[in-house]
């Protein structure tokens, strides 16, 4: 394995090609990759060892097998990410923070020399995120900031053994385990600076066709049925936050110039309605919680998203929205191309070089069924 010294070079030189306008930000972000690296052990090893758990020993046996499966099955990269493991002994191992004005669901975004702006600013220290997230909150943003469970490096760092499983997400259901590798390797296969939700919609789709596959071919009878219950729930909390993005939007539908400038600039211009707007928000606010506290009822107690709910806000369905919004469009095209993994990531990649409104369009533009 790498040494600190040398992991820590490599992730300085990715980070520094970002510029170096916010060393501090920098430093964070180089300083807690490397301890998630150095925490890093072969897989091989803790399966070795004989004080590791019959329980963790299952689930890494069980992860070795899904990333055979992805470069095999699913034309993913074979390379050494998610070959090793680190007890992080944290329930998170980045905390995101994203934001939005107060009558738009557009993002603020954050921009940087390698991976282009982004819509969210990741932090490995909660308290540095939550800091981040008040002081967002004084200038007039909606603010979300949760904790995220994997993160993708693209493939930089390869060479330093990779992206690590973590204990994060290590005890995720069969099926869910299967979805998150797959989603992190999708972003090797495809980055497309500024657009991060063409990148988050293109990964997502990968996890979803990829872990069906999965489950067909590999999976328990066990496995398959709780994934079909999880699935299903997700699927209809998607759907009532995809209504209430979509009433949003009508209601914000005037404030559409507003978007990306400080809200507290956006309080000089001349907006009509902005008081019959916040209401009508708030009435669509209202719905979301009616409708999602009907939708439980029938969940036989699960409150996976209850946090979720209480919380929500332009920032939160914002966020959401860049990992669903173009998902529909993405499985379309794998359909298109006879479902055959490698030939629908060759025509994904034919559309990175296009600008960012010709690169949507194109997409849109293959048939659904």
Known sequence: MASALTVFAGALAVVCLSGCANLGYYWQSVTGHVKVMN??????DWLGDSATPTTMRERLELSQRIRAFASKQLALPDNPSYTRFADLQRRSVVYNVV???????????????????????????????????????????????????????LGYLNWAGGDPLLNTFITYPEGELARIIFHELAHQVLYVKDDTMFNESFATAVERLGGQ??????????????????????????????RTRERLARVYKDN?????????????????????????????????????????????????????????????????????????????????EGRDFAKFYDAVQRMVPLPKDQRRQKLMETPRG
Do not use: H
């Open 99 to 153: 934001a939005a004005p107060a009558l738009s669901l557009q993002l603020k975004t954050w921009c940087f020399a390698v991976v282009g702006c982004v819509s969210y600013r990741g932090y490995y220290d909660e308290a540095e995120a939550k800091a981040l997230g008040e002081s967002l909150k004084g200038e007039g943003w909606e603010v979300s900031v949760y904790g995220v469970p994997a993160y993708s490096t």
């Open 256 to 336: 559409s110039v507003l978007a990306g400038i400080k809200p507290a600039q956006a309080a000089t211009e001349s907006i009509a309605n902005t008081d019959a707007q916040q209401q009508a928000k708030d009435a669509v606010m209202r719905q979301l919680r009616e409708e999602y506290a009907q939708l439980k009822a029938s969940w036989s107690g699960f409150a996976g998203y209850d946090a979720w709910i209480e919380r929500a806000n332009n920032a939160s369905l914002g966020a959401l929205a860049a990992y669903d919004e173009l998902v529909p469009a993405f499985e379309a095209l794998f359909e298109r």
């Open 213 to 242: 596959r999965w489950l067909e071919q590999r999976g328990s009878d066990a496995a398959r049925a709780e994934y079909a219950a999880f699935d299903a729930r997700r699927k209809q909390f998607r759907a009532l936050t995809l």
């Open 39 to 44: 925490a890093a052990r072969p897989v091989q």
